[in-house]
């Protein structure tokens, strides 16, 4: 046996000696273990099964794989947000490399919607969008979470009602002012839309511990307990400043320029699958959000969207 071999060996040993686990026992289960495979590791077999067609249209498979592909990806956005708002040695240096990665998730999501945009034909999309009623990529539970991790609450609330709530609100009637609530809330007779009742049915207890989770630990307040100097570092500011604007504006229309080529092929149509004001509610000129507000000027924060 070569030193090495034996260095490895003792290295392992320390290893499960560490957990009172015994060495024997996990290299008893090595002995028998099959190697691994690029397919069982990636789960390629149970990943491409999950494509399930509601209509026999083809272009609605392009429909589905490609919101799948959003959501892993949103996943992804997820998994660096939250290494960063559980961090407790955070370094300028750190959160930097962070938000770029972020910001290049979004990057990839941006461009992608060339792939709906110009991957599906329109007539198909009209025929086969009639059955997804009322289902709405408003439902991505996923990006409201990105949400709730990037920014302080108030910056989520729809701007007609900012001046009534703070950070002493409670969450339940925050969440009932939060911008996308109009996209499904009736505000004169206070009814909310079938679309909204389901998300809420199945999300809004999470969304309301995400809330009180990231409340002192979002990247906005990350930012803002680096020491002062720190939070003067161009480059970090340039990171903010540049996912909040891929985020909010760079994204955003991409979604809205996807979306008008199929919902406006047809005289009169305004409403998405779900029944929204898709306009309204997505238009950074409309709700006007903002994750780092205090990082931009106020000639761009008037001209926000435009």
Sequence with gaps: MTSEIQSKIDEIDAKYKAINQKTETHLEGMLWSKPI???????TDPLLSLQVQRTTLPDEMVFIMY?????????????????????NELTTVLFTDKLMRISRYFDML????????EGMAVDQYLKFRNTLTPASGFQSAQYRLIEFASTDLIN???????????RNTPYEHAFEHLY???AGKDYKTGEKSYLIKEFEKKYKKSFLAHMEEFNTI????????????DQKNEALIQAMRHYDKTVNITWVMGHYNAAVKYIESVPGTQEATGGSDWKKYMLPKYQRRIFFPELWSDEELEKWGE
């Design 37 to 43: 495979t690029y397919w069982d590791y990636i789960q």
């Design 218 to 229: 979002n990247l906005w307040r990350k930012f803002k307990q680096l020491p002062e100097a």
């Design 180 to 182: 996308w609530q109009a």
């Design 156 to 166: 989520l609330i729809d701007h007609r009602f900012r001046a009534t709530i703070d």
């Design 110 to 117: 941006t461009t992608s919607f060339d792939i709906m945009k």
């Design 67 to 87: 919101h799948q592909v959003n959501e892993l990806l949103f996943k992804m956005i997820l998994w660096e947000i939250n290494q960063v708002a559980h961090c």
